[in-house]
């Protein structure tokens, strides 16, 4: 699937909340920190990235990454 095919699938599979959790993810950041950053609890951040590991399909940040920036959803 290319990029221009996941942008919309992306954005009616996440919540916006879900992305921008995703987006900070590819920083070298703990979940503590994208918790002040966003100004929820770590436990929040915490169930915000399971919830977008279910979703799409990985177990882990890197794979989470990839699939964001395969996704084109900004990831840097």
Avoid at 18 to 23: A, G, K, P
Avoid at 64 to 73: E, H, K, L, Y
């Amino acid at each position: 699937m290319s990029t221009i095919e996941m942008a919309p699938v992306t954005n009616r599979l996440l919540t916006r909340r879900e992305r921008v959790v995703l987006s900070n993810l590819s920083e070298d950041v703990t979940l503590e920190q994208i918790a002040t950053k966003l100004f929820v609890t770590r436990n929040t951040v915490k169930s915000q990235v399971r919830s977008v590991y279910r979703k799409i399909g990985v177990s882990n940040r890197a794979e989470a990454v990839a699939w964001a920036r395969q996704a084109g959803v900004g990831v840097g």
